[in-house]
Nanobody
Framework: QVQLVESGGGSVKAGDSLRLSCTAS????????MGWFRQAPGKEREFVSA????????YYADSVKGRFTISRDNAKNLVYLQMNSLKPEDTAVYYC??????????????????WGQGTQVTVSS
């Protein structure tokens, strides 16, 4: 049974940093492209970042480029999202997701197979 569990969310002030973690089990992480998505109240789930199975290529939404960094440790079954210079508009529930690397890259959340339960990030001004 595949499980993705996010952690590291919290309430911070604008300009602060947080690091989210995603712990994966029940799958061979090195075979999956991993993504982070977020969903704010009343809005659709949106792409934040993704990283290829070997960790070489990383993708970012324009809204977080230069502030967020995605990384992974396949040996530890972990995926990270380092979030710096947080803004109030970053407030959302953040989700970790997995899709087989063999599938074509797509930012659409519907293309991802497995999802975590989400972790809340709240940024106050």
């Amino acid at each position: 049974q595949v499980q993705l569990v996010e952690s590291g969310g919290g309430s911070v002030k604008a300009g602060d940093s947080l690091r989210l973690s995603c712990t994966a089990s029940g799958l061979t992480l090195s075979a999956y492209r991993m993504g982070w998505f977020r969903q704010a109240p009343g809005k659709e789930r949106e792409f934040v970042s993704a990283i290829t199975s070997n960790g070489i290529t990383r993708y970012y939404a324009d809204s977080v480029k230069g502030r967020f960094t995605i990384s992974r440790d396949n040996a530890k079954n972990l995926v990270y999202l380092q979030m710096n210079s947080l803004k109030p508009e970053d407030t959302a529930v953040y989700y970790c997701a997995a899709v087989p690397q063999v599938r074509a890259y797509d930012r659409n959340p519907r293309t991802y197979n497995y999802w975590g339960q989400g972790t809340q990030v709240t940024v106050s001004s």
